[in-house]
């Protein structure tokens, strides 16, 4: 790969780096060292600072007190450009693509130097050939609005790498990357690290990819280095979680199976819903949800997981077929989704469940601000009463206290998603949709996620969890099944749950569609 | 800071600036065309707020601004930026016009009601039909509203020319005048006609709809973040739909006003450019509809300095609408500052 440049990544250090908002310490004096060549993995919880130290460090974000040293030298980075031009780079945690261009455009004006009069088959040619040298599948040609967000992190890695940055800052790069897709990414990168090309620096909360592709762990609490140290055969994920959050974190059980069977909360007949990508349609012939069932959908992003969501939620119109709830035709609106306690938590909920320049307590009550004790007699908005609910829903996953005047775009990718899911998730849902609801979340959260599914489902909830997280479905599912071009493919329970079958219908190998499949 | 006042405190201060950077370019432009800009600024100031009258006037002319920024304002709220009220005001004002004839004989007060409700209700449909076509068939708002407009005011002129016109209107096309009982008066102890009074009412009642009300909240929803209104099954079509309506309602009644209470007919002096000067009213005050009433104050009392100007400083009829043009310029130019004025807001 002749872009990841010749000379060796620079050295990069920060020393003692503060950065306030606020009344809000986002980092306290923070250190980090990156090695020419390593792969640096940065840990600590939702709000812990990893984001911020990461934005200082391409001059995204200004530090308030502090030191940069890059090579030993004292830099002073005002913008993205300087650090771009010492071969620092950033992929954010949330996109940053141009959404009504193509891959191919969006990668091309990314370039400082982008020629005046583009040869736009010459680009594309380039660009093939260095795709051949990369394992991330993307189609250059597909509007990236038209993206789901995996295949938009892929392009964002990509267009870092085409950029020639040499020190690369990954804001969570894998939580939207199936686990073969994550392997690959990391495993390519920490090649490319090995051969002393690039340096890696890489937010995540799973761990097992910090064990199996990191070389250095920096831990941070509440904006402080806690921990730093290369990684070896002594440390494992129990320690860094340990070291993450002060103890180990609690592991969520595989429910019980389900005895008798429930009535079909959801069912789907014969759906077709276009795509937006304007791929082979969703195409669903039959799939069912029961009360007190986790049915899992797997499938890598962009097979059309997102247009049923979609559908599901009423932001999506259906072609043809049919959605039913509780054996009535589903219309999703307001009377329909309190009638059915419905929750729905989909993908990149900043952009798909928010209103990211309302207060974070106006977002937290969009389900119940029409009613009694929030809505008056006369039809008037009781801002106590909102306060408080929105405090109560707020606390369910600890989203950050304080902030609920503030615009839920500011907070933290993690804090976001928190707050839809104490709003989705409440004791009387009884019908959810979830797309990745552990997205973006700390350890210790996410397992809080995790139970949280189970005791829905043990009160009857029908849970329909679309993941990209393979264990996260194998651990929660009653059945799973896997979607491959807008068609399930493959159907099989949970405790029978083989990842080599799966992960092979996920890719479009799947010969083997069960006889179980759809009940 | 209170993190809720932020916002606020921030539109307060960029409009602000904005105001202020448009004087500075309206100054060189005054220095320009060899004028002393102190002089300017006197008369501009005098013949504004100066006097009893210099009030009276400013006022009479910021009644139906405020109903128009409301067109552009309400729906705003729901996210959409209709820019088409000129049309829908002069359509508003026929329909009143015409209705007001068939109440000579009714009791004033209702007299005026079914007045004014005839221009509503025309202001309503056509504005409302920019958010039905926005909602039906995706047709932009931006867009559909503008070309609607012109539309709007082809139609007055045909209307008025082949039907409606007042044989002895001659050299002024205009309809009949309207009876008395639907008249009009003026504010008690004061030369301002009883339409500031509703449209002080309307931009309260708007304030308390919007930004108090269960269904404003629901429809901020709607302009803050489509799919999340979607995801949660508020019906989006209708609440768009309902702002445009309102807003329309609002900016024919302007029109109503302007026949019942100034011009008592409906002729080309209606079409006086208050719809689109409401717009930038409505920018002016950041959509906020109590921040309406000062902004259209501000812009009336420009527009009523309008006259001494040209006549002090053999000025053209130009000059006022290049200031409006000016500050228009600067504070949409404004809002790109949202955010990096008072931080936090960076992701
Ligand atoms: N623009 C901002 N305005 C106000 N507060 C902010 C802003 N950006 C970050 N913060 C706060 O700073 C703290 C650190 O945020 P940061 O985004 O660095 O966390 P993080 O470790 O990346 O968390 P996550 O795992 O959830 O992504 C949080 O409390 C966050 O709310
Ligand atoms: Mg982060």
């Known amino acids: 790969m002749t872009s990841a440049g010749l000379d060796p990544p620079p050295r990069v250090e920060a020393r003692g780096l503060a950065r306030r908002f606020g009344p809000v310490i986002a980092l306290d004096a923070a250190d980090l060292d990156v090695r020419p060549g390593s792969v640096h993995a940065l840990l600590g919880e939702n709000g812990a600072g990893k984001s911020t130290l990461a934005k200082c460090l391409v001059g995204a974000l200004a530090a308030d007190r502090g030191r940069i040293v890059v090579d030993g030298r004292d830099v002073t980075l005002r913008h993205p450009r300087d650090a771009h031009a010492l071969g620092l780079g950033m992929v954010w945690q949330h996109f940053s693509l141009v959404p009504c261009l193509t891959v191919l455009e969006n990668l091309v004006l990314a370039r400082p130097d982008a020629p005046r009069w583009i040869d736009w088959r010459h680009e594309r040619a380039a660009l093939d050939a260095f795709l051949e040298d990369v394992p991330l599948r993307i189609d250059p040609g597909a509007r990236v609005a038209d993206l789901a967000a995996g295949e938009k992190q892929r392009v964002e890695v990509v267009r870092q790498l085409r950029l020639g940055h040499r020190v690369l800052f990954l804001d969570e790069p894998t939580s939207v990357l199936t686990p073969q897709e994550a392997d690959a990414l990391l495993g390519r990168l920490r090649a490319l690290a090995d051969a002393g090309r690039i340096s890696v620096v890489l937010t995540t909360h799973k761990l097992d990819e910090v064990i199996a592709h990191a070389t250095h762990v920096t831990v941070l609490r509440r904006g402080r280095v806690v921990a730093d140290a290369p990684l070896d055969r002594t440390i494992d994920a129990a320690t860094l979680a340990t070291w993450m959050v002060g103890h180990a974190p609690p592991s969520v059980a595989r429910p019980a199976p389900r005895d008798a069977r429930q009535p079909a909360r959801l069912s789907i007949r014969a759906l077709r819903v276009a795509r937006a990508a304007g791929g082979p349609p969703v195409a669903i012939d039959a799939l069912d949800v029961h009360a007190g069932e986790i049915v899992g959908v797997a499938g890598v992003s962009g097979n059309g997981q997102r247009e049923l969501v979609e559908a599901l939620c009423g932001q999506r119109s259906v072609d043809q077929g049919a959605i039913d709830v509780d054996a009535r035709p589903w219309r999703a609106d307001r009377a329909s989704m309190r009638a059915a306690r419905f929750g729905c938590v989909p993908e990149s909920p900043l952009a798909n469940a928010t209103a990211p320049d309302m207060a974070l307590a106006d977002n937290l009550v969009l389900r119940v601000f029409d009613r009694a004790p929030i809505a008056s007699r006369t039809g008037r908005v009781r801002r106590d009463a909102l306060r408080a609910s929105a405090q109560a829903l707020a606390a369910r996953f600890a989203v950050q206290s304080g902030a609920l005047g503030r615009a839920i775009a500011t907070l933290s990718g993690g804090n976001v998603q928190r707050a839809v899911l104490g709003r989705e998730l409440v004791d009387d849902t009884r019908l959810l949709v979830a797309v990745n609801p552990a997205f973006g979340l700390d350890v210790g959260a996410a397992a809080d996620v995790r139970r949280r599914l189970v005791e829905l489902r043990a009160t009857g909830c029908a849970v329909l969890l679309v993941s990209e997280d393979l264990d996260e479905l194998i651990t929660l599912s009653d059945r799973i099944v896997v979607m491959f071009e807008g068609r399930v493919v493959l159907s099989t329970l949970g405790v029978e749950a083989d990842r080599q079958a799966l992960g092979l219908a996920m890719a479009g190998h799947s010969a083997i569609a069960s006889a179980r499949a759809d009940n | ?347």
Not at chain 2, 323 to 330: I, N, Y
Request: proline share 5%.
């Open chain 2, 1 to 347: 800071m209170v993190d809720a006042l932020r916002p606020a405190l921030e539109s307060a201060l960029l409009s602000a600036g904005a105001l202020a950077v448009a004087a500075v370019l309206v100054i060189a432009l005054v220095l320009l065309v060899g004028h002393d800009p102190r002089e300017i600024a006197t008369t501009l100031a005098r013949s504004a707020f100066g006097s009893r009258f210099a009030w009276e006037n400013t006022l009479s002319r910021a009644a139906p601004l405020m109903l128009a920024a409301l067109c552009t304002a309400i729906p705003a709220h729901a996210g959409l930026v209709v820019i088409g009220g000129e049309g829908a005001l002069v359509l508003g004002g026929l329909a009143a016009s015409q209705a007001a004839l068939f109440v000579a004989d009714v009791p004033p007060f209702a007299a005026i009601a079914i007045t004014c409700a005839a221009g509503m209700l025309v202001g309503a449909a056509w504005i409302g039909l920019v958010g039905a076509l926005q909602q039906a068939r995706g047709v932009n708002e931006v867009i559909s509203s503008l070309l609607l407009s012109i539309i709007a005011l082809g139609l007055f002129d045909w209307l008025l020319e082949e039907f409606l016109r007042d044989p002895a209107s001659l050299n002024y096309p205009a309809t009949r005048p309207i009876p008395d009982a639907a008249r009009i008066g003026a504010l008690p102890g004061l030369d301002v006609h009883a339409g500031l009074a509703v449209a002080l009412v309307a931009c309260v009642a708007a304030w308390w709809v919007l930004r108090r009300s269960v269904t404003g909240f629901a429809i901020r929803v709607v302009g803050g973040g489509v799919r999340a209104a979607l995801g949660v099954g508020l019906p989006v079509g209708r609440l768009v739909v309902a702002t445009c309506v309102a807003g329309g309602a609002c900016v024919g009644l302007a029109g109503a006003i302007e026949v019942a209470a100034v011009h008592e007919r409906a002729g080309g002096a209606l079409h006086a450019d208050y719809g689109n000067t409401g717009i930038l009213v409505a920018f002016l005050a950041r959509h906020h509809p109590l921040a309406i009433v000062p902004a259209a104050l501000l812009v009336g009392g420009l527009a009523a300095a309008s006259g001494p100007l040209q006549r002090g400083f053999d000025l053209p009829d130009a000059f006022v609408r290049i200031v409006e043009g000016v500050v228009f310029l600067a504070v949409i130019a404004s809002e790109t500052l949202r955010g990096r004025l008072l931080p936090p807001a960076a992701r």
